[in-house]
């Protein structure tokens, strides 16, 4: 039954068409209107706008890279160890690190993502001060109480080092911030010495070193991501601030690795995750806000 | 000659809009939107980063600690063993010590005092490196201690009730004598100009989480005209260093963010330089006396400020997420 009323409706409405041509054109294109408008007005469609709007370049997916990047130009012991003032290590310095240390010593993969361009290489001198403590003979003060005069004598000992920069805020890469306080002046990795007054040979002193003010070592690996698909959403209330939200699962695309990621020494060196294959996707719940009717990308649970 | 020029030029480009308007109006639009298009880009984040620098060249420099409050001035605790205590007690309401006026010191002396012993003690180490940079004076004093104590007679006489032996002896006519003895001393003074990076500031002392304040040694009153001791009103003991800084230049800023209803928040580095920087702060024996860091020639800050519509300010929270990747770095 269903079938034949179906057809007879269809008949009907092709006749209706060809007697009234120009009145249906203008009902259809209505109707496409009120589609495309409810399709634009859609929740889904909201949310992905907020998405790409948030990301205007595109979402990253990024890889960790801790185990190979860092600055390893490190105090061993009492020696103090510091760099030239160069526009790197100057306090007034932030340098983009993505390797730091002896020059025997460096990672496959700093070589390797230099040579295709992606960092500098600079070499430096580091002046290590090795302090030895010689104990004299027993004497006696002018108390009358023995002691061991003992003599401190400062080596400066040189050593090649090597730091591997990155391009300033490079997309391609991640960061780690380390600053210097305030009072206590900690490390960001390179030290300098703070003043230039001569260091004599014996004696015992410290000698105030400075690092930069900050210092952002290559912490990750990315790769663009673009949302493809919402695959739930959820309405929930903020329990401090009554806002209402949206929990989305977004699913993005991932772009297939660069050709400086798909080289064996980054699969050695960083690992090759399943999302470096063909045609991947990454899933990651996005809160929105509802503003009032406007929908803002809150925070997303990823990197 | 330059004016009859300028009266020219104007004339002749008065003439050019009265004959073709339109294109006069062009011309001004197409330069209009060149000046725009190629004039240096002062995009609001810089704009704010320039503001806030005015701000912090604004502050205070003369209380507060950079540390802690908006303000230029940063201090440091010097070390107890930087001051000489070799003159002993003072204040002993009966043993009154005070030195004698000399040109050196009396009553208008004013600087920095960092005690003091007898003649020729030792200074310390971070003394001597003052004293060799000419910052503070070995000034050679007379102490005079004035002990006012019972005589002998007086100590003797005990009027016991013994009537068979007689009558009372008599009590001494004199109960007490004063005494004075004298003592050759050196003080350790910073007068004048050099006293300026040591003042006495109290906030130094003040929490400490249970660290002892700094013992500062009591100052030698000086006898003024009355025979009375008084302790010279412009001399201060001090608790440390404190030093103003200027605002050199911003060497890095963040986009300036919306984080509410008419709220911003920018974070900004900035290059602070001590305003003097004398040769004695970067001798190993006065950077070794002080707690904390040495006097920074380039000391760099980074602080979070907001703007609510009346200026910026400083925020209580130190926000440097935003350096790691989208810092704008302008360098030197």
Sequence with gaps: ?303 | MIPTMARNAAVAVADAIRRSPRRAALVAAAAFGAWQVLAPGDNDDRRAAREVLATVRAWPEGQGSMDRDASRRLCRRVNDESFIDGLGFLGNVDRRKMALPTPDYDANTAGAYFGGGPRGVAPSPFLQALMDAGVVRRVPVTIVTRTHQPTAAALDYVPLQDTIGGPLPPPPTRQFEDTESRMDADLFIAPGDGAAWFIANPDLRKGLMGIAPASTPRIVPVRDGTGNAAVPPGLVTPDGICYPLRADRVLEYTDAKTVGYKLREITVAILMKPRTMPGWVSDPRVFGALMGAPVLPEDVRVWTFRNAGDGWRLSGLTDMRDMASNGHYLGD
């Design chain 1, 1 to 303: 039954m269903t079938p034949l009323f179906l057809r007879d409706l269809l008949q009907r409405g092709l006749a209706l068409a060809k007697s009234h041509p120009g009145r249906t054109a203008g009902a259809v294109g209505i109707a496409l209107l009120a589609g495309i408008w409810l399709h634009e007005t859609s929740l889904s469609v909201r949310l992905m706008r907020a998405e790409k709007t948030h990301y205007p370049a595109g979402a990253r997916a990024c890889l960790s890279l801790d185990t190979v990047t860092g600055i390893n130009l490190g105090n061993s012991g009492s020696s103090a160890v510091w760099a030239p003032r160069t526009d790197l290590t100057a306090p007034t310095a932030h340098p983009f690190v993505f390797y730091a240390g002896p020059a025997q010593n460096v990672p496959d993969l700093a070589v390797d993502l230099a040579r295709r361009g992606l960092l500098r290489r600079h070499d430096i001198t580091m002046t290590i001060d090795v302090v030895s403590d010689e104990i004299g003979p027993q004497a006696r003060n002018e108390g009358g109480a023995y002691y061991h005069p003992d003599t401190v004598h400062h080596t400066f000992r040189q050593a090649p080092a090597v730091i591997y920069t990155t391009e300033r805020n490079d997309p391609r890469f991640t960061y780690t911030l380390r600053f210097r306080g305030g009072v206590l002046l900690g490390s960001t990795g390179f030290m300098t010495r703070v003043y230039d007054t001569p260091l004599p040979e014996t004696g015992r002193y410290t000698i105030p070193l400075i690092s930069p003010y900050m210092t952002s070592i290559v912490s990750g690996a990315c790769l663009t991501v673009h949302p493809r698909s919402i695959t739930s959403i959820e309405a929930r209330t903020d329990p401090l601030t009554g806002d209402h939200l949206y929990a989305a699962n977004i699913v993005f695309a991932v772009d297939s690795p660069p050709s400086w990621m798909d080289t064996p020494v980054f699969r050695r060196s960083a690992g090759s995750p399943p999302i470096f294959g063909q045609g991947s996707t990454v899933e990651r719940t996005t809160l929105f806000k509802d503003d009032h009717g406007h929908l803002a990308f809150k925070t997303d649970f990823s990197q």
